[in-house]
């Protein structure tokens, strides 16, 4: 074979390169859109895997559960004598684990006397001892105002027993602490109360530099 037929038959190779890379990308799309069809992602109820859910039902903190409880919309978190384990959650036995889901979802907390609901949270952060969960502490989304924030925690914390009297001394505190902050973080706390069995207690903190307010929800058995 001269130089000019080795050149053009190269040629005619490498223009089919482009066209099997091309083909090979649409292949995987294709596959990747069957996958998702089949997925519980798209199921209207999904059902959960061994590493999604707990037998009793309580939702778990692998990958593929918090995905699972992110497409489901909520959280079950109990915190009552018989509670399963942390390693049958997927925690640590000693520790404390950051959740953040695709999207906020519902939290329910199954206390002692009765079920803590939460509504919308974007971060749970769960400490865990002696392989049992020890506290569960729960951030919402908030427009960056600490007056929505407050508002927010009023009404939960209505719920949960504190009176009017706890919730003007937070008000007092948050519009002091802001006056005399500088820019700097400040924070305001609703004590220990005991609800339905569990321990809860709620805290509105403030970063003006990095534009941040969360309203914290903890609870503990």
Not at 103 to 119: M, R, S, Y
Not at 195 to 216: K, P
Request: overall charge negative; charged content about 25%.
């Amino acid at each position: 074979m001269d130089a000019t037929r080795r050149r053009h038959t190269r040629r005619r190779i490498l223009s089919w390169i482009p066209i099997s890379v091309v083909a090979l990308i649409c292949a995987g799309f294709v596959v990747g859109a069957v996958t998702m069809q089949d997925s519980w992602w798209t199921d209207p109820e999904p059902t959960a895997a061994a590493d999604q859910r707990t037998p009793k039902g309580m939702s778990m903190f692998t990958g593929t559960g918090v995905d699972y409880l992110s497409r489901e919309g909520f959280v079950r978190i109990e915190l009552r004598d018989g509670a399963e384990t942390a390693t049958m959650l997927g925690l640590d036995a000693d520790g404390t684990r950051t959740i953040t889901p695709i999207v906020p979802v519902d939290t329910l907390v199954l206390a002692e006397d009765g079920v803590l609901d939460l509504g919308l949270v974007r971060e749970i952060v769960i400490e865990t001892t002696d392989d049992a969960v020890s506290a569960v502490h729960l951030r919402t989304d908030n427009d960056g105002a600490w007056t929505g924030a407050y508002a927010e925690v009023a009404t939960v914390a209505t719920d949960w027993g504190y009176t009017d009297a706890d919730l003007a001394t937070m008000r007092d505190t948050l519009t002091d602490r802001a006056q005399d902050s500088h820019g700097d973080p400040y924070a305001a706390t609703l004590d220990d109360r005991t609800h339905l069995g569990a321990t809860v207690s709620a805290e509105i903190a403030v970063d003006q530099r990095a534009a941040s307010v969360t309203a914290t929800f903890t609870i503990r058995p």
